[in-house]
């Protein structure tokens, strides 16, 4: 199980608990993950994105010799953006637990999410899908700056 630091920040629920749409959002993330191009880390992650008209638009880490990576999360922001896409309702971030922790999205990829939207849900998933810790934007970046909120 998860650390209680990230208890607080969200509520674990078995998979099999989670809505049927978002199961799939976070299948559609365990696809995309596979697609990592992540040869320095081997650290692959896949993210999927419910934009506000019910598109969904995924993204995967993109990883480079010189200049370091492209997270998922980022990846299938600016995809949505180039699709002009700029409400999302969830993000579901997949990739593998360190020290049985969920990988959460890092500072730079809180920022662009909520850079689209306060009300954002966050659903992180281990491939497996065994259990998802469900927690919003607002929750993992507290003290936030937006233009509009």
Known sequence: ??????RSA?????FSAIEPDVQ???RKGVEVRERSYSPYSKFKVGSAILC???TVVTGCN????AHGSICAERSAVVKAVSEG???????????????????APCG??????IEFGTGTEIFLSPPDMSEVLVTSI???LPLHFTLTD
Do not use: H, W, Y
């Open 108 to 113: 730079s990829c809180r920022q662009f999410i």
């Open 24 to 26: 799939e959002l976070i």
């Open 52 to 54: 506000a008209d019910n």
């Open 1 to 6: 199980m998860a650390d209680s630091r990230q």
């Open 62 to 65: 993109v990883e480079n010799g």
């Open 85 to 103: 896409k700029r409400e999302f309702q969830k993000v579901v971030v997949v990739a593998d637990k360190l020290e049985n922790q969920f990988t």
């Open 138 to 140: 607002k929750e993992i």
């Open 10 to 14: 969200g509520k674990i629920v078995p």
